[in-house]
């Protein structure tokens, strides 16, 4: 137990206190820990001593108060293994919830890695604001967290919002210009509607997008298709037929790419 915790390390030292010296000069202790969730503290003892096939399967709930105990006695590190594999076979199929729950683990055992892994997927996942979930918490390190995990995700959404709205503008524009020739011609008219109903059905404007992850939105910026709808063809002022529709197509798909790099370049480092 002693290689596992510094603290257990300490309290066996025979030249620091009581517990070391009788171990020093007996086969065997017993030292009571009477603030210590029996339960947690056997697990812990099982994991200290290579008792894997001792080991119960944790809930997010138990896995939390398991978590503290470690914390408690400097034994993140020995544990490692063991949380990492419970959390790792649980993300594919977890929660929203879950997630956040995983995040109060890996920031209170220091796990730099996954700190990283857990905050990015919760910047893809979440519908809600985590802002709003800031309860003044215990840790600090855990806010700065979830704030910064928020921010990105804003920013990100924002980022889409912007490029909606360019490309409004850049219709309208092709509109205008064409209507000073011919007010009959209804090509960038029927091009903007079928872009304007293409974005509402795939709910790609975020301030419509309520309980909308991230995630959805960037599948959906890769799915827009707006080269082929029906009734455009070109006036014969030089209106832009269904073919040059391709290039919004193209600046979507460009656009999901490079808010995924924006996030993966985020750094969510712990306080």
Request: net charge negative; charged share 30%.
């Given at each position: 137990?002693?290689?596992?915790?510094?603290?257990?390390?300490?309290?066996?030292d025979?030249?620091?206190?009581?517990?070391?010296?009788?171990?020093?000069?007996?086969?065997?202790?017993?030292?009571?820990?009477?603030e210590?969730?029996?339960?947690?503290?056997?697990?812990?003892?099982?994991?200290?001593?290579?008792?894997?096939?001792m080991?119960?399967?944790?809930?997010?709930?138990?896995m939390?108060?398991?978590?503290?105990?470690?914390?408690?006695?400097?034994?993140?590190?020995?544990v490692?293994?063991?949380?990492?594999?419970?959390?790792?076979?649980?993300?594919?199929n977890?929660t929203?919830t879950?997630?956040?729950e995983?995040?109060d683990?890996?920031?209170?055992?220091?796990?730099a890695?996954a700190v990283?892994?857990?905050?990015?997927?919760?910047v893809?996942?979440?519908?809600?604001?985590?802002?709003?979930?800031?309860?003044?918490?215990?840790?600090?390190?855990?806010?700065?967290?979830?704030?910064?995990?928020?921010?990105?995700?804003?920013?990100?959404?924002?980022?889409?919002d912007?490029?909606?709205?360019?490309?409004f503008?850049?219709?309208?524009?092709?509109?205008?210009?064409?209507?000073?020739?011919?007010?009959?011609c209804?090509?960038?008219i029927?091009?903007?509607?079928?872009?304007?109903?293409?974005?509402?059905?795939?709910?790609?404007?975020?301030?419509?997008?309520e309980?909308?992850?991230?995630?959805?939105?960037?599948?959906?910026?890769?799915?827009?298709?707006?080269?082929d709808p029906?009734?455009?063809?070109?006036?014969e002022?030089?209106?832009e037929d269904?073919?040059?529709?391709?290039?919004?197509d193209?600046?979507?798909?460009?656009?999901?790419?490079?808010?995924?790099?924006?996030?993966?370049?985020?750094?969510?480092?712990?306080?």
């Amino acid at each position: 137990m002693s290689h596992g915790s510094p603290v257990f390390k300490a309290l066996f030292d025979p030249d620091k206190f009581h517990e070391g010296t009788t171990l020093a000069t007996e086969s065997r202790l017993e030292v009571p820990f009477p603030e210590d969730d029996p339960y947690y503290m056997s697990i812990l003892c099982s994991i200290l001593h290579m008792r894997r096939d001792m080991l119960p399967k944790f809930t997010t709930t138990t896995m939390k108060e398991f978590a503290k105990l470690c914390d408690k006695y400097d034994c993140g590190l020995a544990v490692k293994l063991f949380l990492d594999h419970n959390i790792s076979v649980s993300l594919p199929n977890t929660t929203e919830t879950m997630l956040k729950e995983y995040l109060d683990i890996v920031v209170t055992l220091h796990y730099a890695e996954a700190v990283e892994l857990i905050a990015n997927l919760l910047v893809y996942h979440s519908t809600k604001a985590l802002i709003s979930r800031l309860h003044g918490r215990d840790s600090l390190e855990l806010d700065a967290l979830l704030a910064m995990i928020e921010l990105t995700r804003l920013r990100a959404r924002r980022e889409i919002d912007i490029h909606i709205d360019s490309t409004f503008d850049d219709l309208s524009t092709q509109g205008d210009e064409c209507s000073r020739f011919d007010e009959t011609c209804k090509s960038t008219i029927h091009r903007t509607f079928s872009l304007m109903e293409q974005l509402k059905e795939d709910r790609l404007r975020p301030k419509t997008a309520e309980g909308c992850s991230l995630e959805d939105l960037l599948r959906s910026m890769k799915s827009v298709r707006l080269h082929d709808p029906h009734g455009l063809d070109d006036c014969e002022y030089g209106c832009e037929d269904a073919d040059g529709l391709r290039q919004y197509d193209a600046a979507f798909y460009r656009k999901a790419d490079q808010i995924r790099m924006l996030v993966k370049s985020t750094r969510f480092s712990m306080v």
